[in-house]
């Protein structure tokens, strides 16, 4: 079989939306972390599927990627990497919940949400992003297709506007990556 059609598409369709991201967008969502990192809130993040292991991605490159040899630390706090905490309130409440239960007492006002839904339209996002707006704190919106609800809820927007679940999370870890290259480059000089 000769794939090289099909690939030479799928990496064409990828710079494509990489060439016509809002680095405007993506700007004040990275000031919006460094604005937590400079006064030491917590950041927490989630997301379902391929989005939770964005959401742990982020969480390993912030916490340790940029900050190993630095006293002062960016506090990021997964959501989806405690299990038995997800299946706890899954089992005992909802899946809806698996989010929002977490943050509900925990989140403040000048902490930060990245809440990751390709769709932007996950219930249990949506809810997370809910009880962050209860408690006045910030959120981030990491979107693929037109996004959703979780575009509306969010008050900065890292957003992928295509209607394709493999791109969009491709172009999720770039904003990792990316994020990560540019403060690893501003803190440890």
């Known amino acids: 079989m000769d794939f090289t059609g099909k690939i030479r598409s799928y990496y064409k369709t990828l710079i494509n939306i990489i060439e016509n991201l809002d680095v405007g967008q993506l700007n004040e969502a990275m000031n919006v972390l460094y604005d937590a990192y400079e006064r030491e809130s917590d950041v927490y993040i989630c997301g379902n599927g391929g989005s939770a292991a964005t959401a742990s991605h982020f969480q390993n490159d912030f916490n340790k990627g940029v900050c190993y040899d630095l006293p002062k630390k960016f506090h990021f706090r997964c959501l989806n990497d405690n299990v038995a905490t997800m299946m706890a309130i899954a089992n ?33 996002i949506i ?62 000089k």
């Open 127 to 188: 809810a997370a992003c809910e009880e962050a707006k209860k408690a006045g704190a910030k959120i981030i919106g990491v979107s693929g297709y037109d996004g959703g609800r979780l575009y509306e809820l969010s008050d900065y927007h890292m957003h992928c506007g295509i209607k394709n679940m493999q791109i969009v999370e491709d172009v999720h870890m770039t904003f990792d990556h990316m994020m990560m290259s540019v403060f690893c480059e501003l803190l440890n």
């Open 92 to 124: 005992d409440d909802s899946y809806e919940k698996v989010f929002s239960k977490q943050l509900e007492g925990n989140i403040k006002k000048n902490d930060v949400l990245v809440a990751i839904s390709g769709s932007g339209n996950s219930k249990n």
